[in-house]
């Protein structure tokens, strides 16, 4: 049983973590309560602890507090959702508790999951109980109890992980909406995921393997035949390891990468072998590799953004580009754009059109995302770099990016950062409406937060799943209505939706009428929709435009 952990031993245990969460992330998210097709906290969760992956298996770190460090930076910028950034903020408390360690103990691991713990508590204005912040704080409570009968490192994850899960399970009874679905919370479960993956890979189990795929002998990707939907597996790998004994038998790494991607060929000679391998998970391949010797070579190439580049007529990046992003890395530059203007505006939208009436209206950048995507704390930042203004007006356009956007403000070099906390794209739209370039950012933030309060938004979507919720029967596949968040109605016939929607208030009294349609809605549907808003609320201006956004069929402000 491991007593000690170091740096090492810890970025394995992330990698081996992310692979897991990787392998269970539709399980977790089918425990969204909320039938909507937008439930992605096992996807927002996989995606941030990648990010920590890819970051660990660049270089090694000779020490826990290095390796904790590192991954920490990399799930801050790498967090998506909610739920990613609640996962960062345990791992940044974490890696503020063992900075100064080389290696650490149970009892050290204790009190780093307590500072996590802590660190996110801070960050969540309302707290509630039966969520991942009642999940993690019970099981670093068990951790810290575990640790003053056994300090060993394996010991006290193994039992504070026990009591995770039984918390877990009290999540059902803590949350009514979760009670009445019958489910854990979804974070709770990825987080004694990830713990697990950490525990695992201290006792030495194998990662989780997929279903393998067919094996295809191809040297390598030929770009100009490719278009993004040919391509399976993103990243193009190939890599060269030194044998360290005689007869090593490469059928089992063979099976796992086959798990992992396609495209698998592998020479061998008597004392090296080299791998080509289509993977997502290009790290995990070479992590996996170092059983059966030494890395000596490596080399990772992205064909999806390679195919785009070939397509649009640009320069494809490759390997041989190294030397040059080596040489910026290593100068510490980032790209800030210079300000030339006191504010700027970068907001987040899923949809052309929706990106297209942002841009109309001022915004320097849209950020590609929303409900199923969140982008990333880092994409946000990239985007506020590019904006060439002191100050830089930050529109979520969603509820579940909002958190992601603020942890930009420490992070912005040059600029200061605003988050105007819109939950919908109408609400986002009326508030960039309302700025004011001569006016104060105090001034600025009261005029756009009385704008976004006057503005009610309605999303026709489908049920992803069978479920009772808020007093309805709902059957995978019926139309849905949400009202500003909340479910409004359901119905198998959408112009019954529309026909209850009108008789509100909020309709009948609307001076403004915003229809947005989406991807899968013809343009003559379309038209009809407007015309029966246009004779069942005759009081209101109503406008008709294409928003091309996914998932929702409909999105129709009224104000």
């Known amino acids: 049983m491991i007593t000690t952990i170091d740096g090492a031993l ?28 937008d439930g ?19 270089k090694s770190r000779d020490t826990v507090g290095e390796a904790a460090n590192a991954t920490a930076n990399a799930l801050l910028r790498g967090a998506r959702g909610n739920s990613g950034v609640i996962l960062s903020l345990l791992f940044r408390g974490f890696a503020k508790a063992v900075k100064e360690k080389e290696t650490i103990d149970g009892r050290d691991l204790a009190i780093a999951l307590d500072f996590g713990v802590a660190a996110a508590y801070k960050a969540v204005m309302k707290p509630a109980e039966g969520t991942i912040l009642t999940v993690s704080r ?57 713990l697990q993956g950490m525990l695992d890979e201290m006792k030495g189990e194998p990662m989780p393997e997929g279903a393998s795929v067919p094996e295809v002998k191809k040297s390598g990707a030929d770009f100009a035949a490719l278009g993004d939907e040919d391509i399976t597996f993103t990243y193009d790998t190939v890599f060269i390891v030194r044998k360290e004994k005689e007869n090593v038998n490469l059928e089992p790494f063979r099976a796992y990468l086959n798990s992992i991607g396609d495209s698998l060929v592998i020479g061998e000679s008597d004392e090296e072998f080299k791998v080509h391998v289509h993977t997502d998970t290009p790290g995990a391949a070479l992590t996996e590799s170092a059983k059966y010797g030494i890395l000596e070579l490596a080399k990772i190439e992205n064909m999806r953004t390679q195919a785009e580049d070939l397509a649009a007529g640009k320069h494809v990046q490759s390997t041989d580009d190294l030397d040059e992003v080596e040489e910026q890395l290593e100068s510490g530059e980032r790209k ?16 052309d059109g929706l990106a297209a009436v942002l841009r109309d209206l001022g915004a320097d950048g849209v950020i590609s ?81 009385e704008a ?16 009772d919720f808020g007093g309805f029967t709902i059957k995978r596949g019926d139309h849905m209505a949400l009202l500003n968040g ?19 208030d909020t309709f009948q009294n609307a001076e403004f009428i915003n229809i947005y349609y989406g991807a899968d809605v013809k343009e003559s549907e379309a038209e009809k929709t407007l015309k029966f808003f246009t004779a069942a609320c005759p009081k209101a201006e109503i406008t008709l435009l294409s928003g091309g956004q996914p998932v929702y069929y409909y999105m129709i402000s009224a104000e």
Not at 28 to 33: G, K
Not at 41 to 56: D, F, Q, V, Y
Not at 411 to 416: C, H, I, R, S
């Open 452 to 467: 976004m309060a006057r503005v009610s938004t309605t999303e026709i979507t489908y049920a992803a799943r069978d479920s």
């Open 486 to 504: 909340q479910l409004f109605d359901t119905q198998k016939n959408p112009k019954k939706l529309f026909e209850k929607l009108c008789k509100e």
């Open 10 to 37: 810890f970025a394995r245990m992330i990698v081996h973590a992310s692979a897991c969460i990787n392998a269970q992330k539709q399980e977790i998210n089918e425990l969204n309560v909320f039938p909507v097709p």
């Open 138 to 194: 019970l099981t670093a409570a068990a951790a810290a109890a575990a640790a003053r009968e056994d300090a060993g490192a394996q010991c006290v994850l193994e039992k504070a992980i026990a009591e995770g899960l039984v918390a877990l399970d009290n999540t059902t009874e803590q949350n009514p909406v979760l009670e009445k679905a019958g489910v854990v919370d979804s974070g709770g479960k990825g987080f004694l995921v990830i």
């Open 40 to 58: 992605d906290t096992g996807t927002n969760m996989s995606m941030t602890m990648g990010a920590a992956a890819e970051e660990l298996t660049k």
């Open 336 to 351: 800030i754009a210079p300000p030339e203007r006191k504010y700027g505006v970068v907001a987040v939208a899923a949809g």
């Open 369 to 449: 995302g929303g409900q199923t995507m969140n982008p990333a704390t880092e994409d946000i930042l990239k985007q506020i770099d590019a904006t060439p203004a002191e100050i830089v007006f930050v529109l979520p356009n969603n509820k579940n990016i909002v958190m992601a956007a603020q942890q930009c403000i420490p992070l912005a070099e040059g600029k200061q950062v605003v988050v105007i906390p819109s939950k919908t794209i109408p609400q986002g739209i009326s508030a960039l409406l309302v700025m004011d370039p001569d006016a104060s950012v105090e001034e600025n933030e009261a005029a756009m937060a």
